[in-house]
């Protein structure tokens, strides 16, 4: 279908269609599900999984085609014929970067799969920041943006806590009570119009660390593991095969950075293209305006964090692009870009060196600036433990399991040479005591 057949989704559309959205962060996106109902979007977040997702994309996709889209399309097409979603009351939301790699065309992907499937009717909506496509029935207008955001910046907020608190509560399952009762909370404020800029959301995020705080804790010793990755990869449970959930039962405290630093990394390049190659002055006027509220509210979030030092803060983005110069050209911005290479200089520079770098089938960009730096970062750092997990729809589970475990087995190996009393963990039960 050419861009110029696609059907619209139209104001009448807006009032009652559902619009199917895939999971990845399910703290962020159950806030951000809120704030776009809010705005009188009947989202759904898709959770379906299973050999059935695979195989839907499998059948609907060319096999070259990187395995988030891969992913995507087939738990759409999946959704649609077994969900029992009404095929005329139903729309797809899929985001379009606007940058030069496949995320921007997963759109055309979709569109070319449901027509194969016999859903050519279903809108398939494009969430952008770059004018790239229009919906007369889904518009975000500037105040929504904000509160979009603002819901993003809670998600990694409790992402962080919630890492950093679980694997050493002594009441299994208190931080993840905490993380659905302040969801809950902060969904009851958004309900009523509050929790989403300025001073409240710096009172939330205050009170959210301070409850995870007050979290009663046992210090040990564990071997902590950064995540990093193609971005669907790294969060996406449906992708990684629970990433987070083996590193969990493997007794590992987790580093997931958030996805702030992300969106910060999005909008900086554009400012960079607009100065070397020119381009619609607007657009750039809203990438600066993004960005400088996107630095608040890390700002805002860092300066909370900085108020209870034995939770270990993520870096600002200015220093995580001072960790890459020299290392990987900023020319690198496909994909994750250097900001990937960039996570994994900060991840060994707070102290969890061992890192899964997940890389997806067919991802070029990700394979440069990932897996193509792990040697150059163990040359700077040899006690760094990096391993480079491929996900594709050939890998089993268990063979990326196993090599985790290998990786695993050398930092536990590390943790045991350690000098007993100089650990983080000591540390940090000292300050929390
Ligand atoms: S970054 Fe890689 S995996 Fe992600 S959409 Fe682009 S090509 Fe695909």
């Not at 969430?127 to 889904?138: Q, V």
């Not at 309900?191 to 046992?218: C, H, Q, R, W």
């Not at 090599?403 to 087995?409: D, V, Y």
Request: contains cysteine; hydrophobic residues 45%; proline residues 4%.
């Amino acid at each position: 279908m050419s861009r110029q057949n696609r059907v619209i989704f139209t104001r009448k559309m807006r009032r009652d269609y559902k619009i199917l959205m895939p999971m990845m962060l399910p703290i962020h996106f159950t806030l951000l599900q809120r704030v776009l109902k809010r705005a009188g979007y009947d989202l759904v977040l898709l959770e379906n999984d299973g050999n059935r997702v695979v195989e839907t994309g499998l059948r609907f996709v060319h096999n070259d085609t990187c395995y988030p889209a891969l992913l995507v399309v087939g738990q759409m097409l999946d959704a649609l014929q077994n969900g029992g979603y009404d095929p005329d009351k139903t729309a797809l939301l899929m985001s379009q970067t606007g940058g030069g790699c496949r995320a921007s065309n997963y759109i055309h992907l979709i569109r070319k799969a449901i027509a194969k499937a016999g859903f050519a009717k279903v809108p398939v909506i494009s969430a952008n920041l770059s004018g790239m496509e229009k919906n007369p029935g889904f518009s975000i207008t500037l105040r929504v943006l904000r509160k979009a955001i603002a819901a993003l910046v809670y998600g990694d907020m409790l992402m962080l806590l919630a890492n950093q608190t679980r694997p050493y509560e002594v009441v299994a399952g208190t931080a993840d009570l905490l993380v659905q009762s302040w969801q809950n909370r902060l969904i009851k404020q958004f309900d009523s119009g509050k929790g989403l800029g300025g001073k409240p959301l710096a009172a939330n995020l205050e009170a959210i660390a301070s409850d995870f705080d007050a979290v009663e804790i046992v210090m040990a010793p564990k071997v902590k593991v950064g995540i990093v990755g193609e971005i669907y990869v790294k969060y996406s449970k449906l992708a990684n095969n629970d990433l987070e959930g083996f590193l969990a039962s493997q007794d590992c405290e987790v580093m997931v950075p958030g996805v702030l630093s992300f969106m910060i990394f999005s909008v900086d390049h554009r400012i960079e293209d607009h100065s070397l190659y020119g381009g619609n002055p607007f657009k750039r006027l809203l990438a600066v305006w993004l960005k400088k509220m996107f630095l608040k509210l890390e700002a805002n979030m860092l300066t909370v964090l900085r108020r209870y030092p034995h939770f270990t803060a993520p870096s600002p983005f200015s220093h995580l692009k001072e960790l890459a110069e020299g290392i990987i050209g900023y020319g690198n911005k496909m994909g994750e870009g250097w900001l990937l290479t960039a996570e994994m200089l900060e991840l060994i520079s707070l102290g969890y060196g061992n890192i899964v770098c997940a890389q997806p089938f067919g991802c070029l960009p990700n394979h440069i600036s990932g897996k193509g730096m792990i040697h150059k970062l163990h040359a700077m750092h040899p006690n760094s433990n990096i391993v480079a997990i491929d996900y594709d729809p050939s890998a089993t589970r268990v063979n990326q399991e196993n090599r985790i475990k290998l990786m695993l087995a050398v930092g536990r190996e590390a943790l045991d040479c350690a000098p007993v009393s100089g650990g983080a963990a000591a540390q940090a039960q000292a300050a929390r005591a």
